[in-house]
């Protein structure tokens, strides 16, 4: 069974940066589309962006895009979410999730990460 | 504020049917069929329900359906059970944005 296994809860202050790492268990590394949710109560889920495993192509969402950056190490079968210049407004859930198409259909989620930006 | 319109909440009774509405706009819902609902429990990671409008993906109940007419899309739930108490989430391809959620539908089962 595909999972995908996120990096653990993260506790930042206000200006600093976060890299959060999401690996998929199964051995060969196809080329598929993977995106990036936000979970917020207030806000509920919020669609970040997609990256494209097999040539790093990046699609941002605008309310994200300049703030954060995807990235795929196809070696380890592992992609991550660089927030960059956090606020406490990005405290939130994290998750990565595969696509079964490139237009939002995520099949498999990881597990989630924690963010909590505080002073 | 969100994209696709929501109803924040909905109810139903053990056994009965609910329908929970998604509306957009010719850019997103009603300009494709790549409608996609999820059901989020608190403290697990979401669910894929349905894709492509209607699609259920391999392990998911046929008491979920879905329809879209127009701009607005719809997830019934039949034969409502305890279990199915969640808020659940639509999401969309667009035009502009490439993809979209709803606010998300917070379901009671009474």
């Known amino acids: 069974e595909e999972q995908l296994v996120q990096s653990g809860a993260e506790v930042k202050k206000p200006g600093e940066s976060l890299k959060i790492s999401c690996q998929r268990s199964?051995?060969?590394?196809?080329?598929?589309?993977l995106g990036w949710v936000r979970h917020t109560p207030d806000k509920g889920l919020e669609w970040m962006g997609i990256?494209?495993?097999?040539?790093?192509?990046?699609i941002y969402s605008p309310s994200f895009e300049g703030q954060v950056a995807m990235s795929v190490d196809r070696s380890t079968n592992t992609a991550y979410l660089h927030l960059a210049s956090l606020k406490a407004s990005d405290t939130a859930m994290y998750y990565c999730?595969?696509?079964?198409?490139?237009?939002?259909?995520?099949?498999?989620w990881g597990q989630g990460t924690l963010v909590t930006v505080s002073s | 504020q969100s994209a696709l319109t929501q109803p924040a909440s909905v109810s139903g009774s053990l056994g009965q049917s609910i329908t929970i509405s998604c509306t957009g706009t010719?850019?997103?819902?009603?300009?494709?069929?790549?409608v996609s609902w999820y059901q989020h429990r608190p403290g697990t990671a979401p669910d894929l329900l349905l894709y492509?409008?209607?699609t259920r993906p391999s392990g998911v109940s046929n008491r979920f359906s879905g329809s879209k007419s127009g701009n607005t899309a719809s997830l019934t739930i039949s034969g409502l059970r305890a279990e199915d108490e969640a808020t659940y989430y639509c999401?969309?391809?667009?035009?502009?944005?490439?993809?979209?959620f709803g606010g998300g539908t917070k379901l009671t089962v009474l």
């Open positions: 999401s969309s391809y667009a035009r502009s944005t490439h993809q979209v």
């Open positions: 199964r051995d060969v590394f196809l080329n598929y589309w």
């Open positions: 010719t850019n997103d819902v009603g300009g494709f069929d790549y």
């Open positions: 990256i494209f495993t097999g040539d790093s192509h990046t």
């Open positions: 492509g409008v209607t």
């Open positions: 999730a595969r696509q079964i198409s490139r237009y939002g259909d995520y099949i498999t």
